[in-house]
Nanobody, 126 residues
Framework: QARLVESGGGSVQTGGSLRLSCAAAKYTGSSYSVGWFRQPPGEAREAREVVAGINSVGDTVYAASVKGRFTISEDSSKNTLYLQMNSLKPEDSAIYYC?????????????????WGQGTQVTVSS
């Protein structure tokens, strides 16, 4: 099982920015998809679809609630996934997880991802 390691979480005020990183050493080559999910306080992670996803050919997908504010990207030379989060709102507060799967198909469903990180906390105060 691959080891995914998130970093970059923290506490910011409404309107602030954070950049999350996810090191995903196993996922190299030409056919994989990676994504960010989040678990708000008091909710199960399994209840949520993808926040943002990207595959190895650069296709992206975003949840409607973050489109225009969050940007997913990757640096394949570093095997690292990023989530730039701007204009943060209190409702963005959550534990953020990165996840990865083989294959190019971008899916919004958690159960289709094979490997997961431990999560990083993001807190946005009003």
């Amino acid at each position: 099982q691959a080891r995914l390691v998130e970093s970059g979480g923290g506490s910011v005020q409404t309107g602030g920015s954070l950049r999350l990183s996810c090191a995903a050493a196993k996922y190299t080559g030409s056919s994989y998809s990676v994504g960010w999910f989040r678990q708000p306080p008091g909710e199960a992670r399994e209840a949520r679809e993808v926040v943002a996803g990207i595959n190895s050919v650069g296709d992206t997908v975003y949840a409607a609630s973050v489109k225009g504010r969050f940007t997913i990207s990757e640096d394949s030379s570093k095997n690292t996934l990023y989530l730039q989060m701007n204009s943060l709102k209190p409702e963005d507060s959550a534990i953020y997880y990165c996840a990865a799967r083989t294959g190019l198909r971008l899916t919004r469903q958690q159960w289709e991802y094979d490997d997961w990180g431990q999560g990083t906390q993001v807190t946005v105060s009003s």
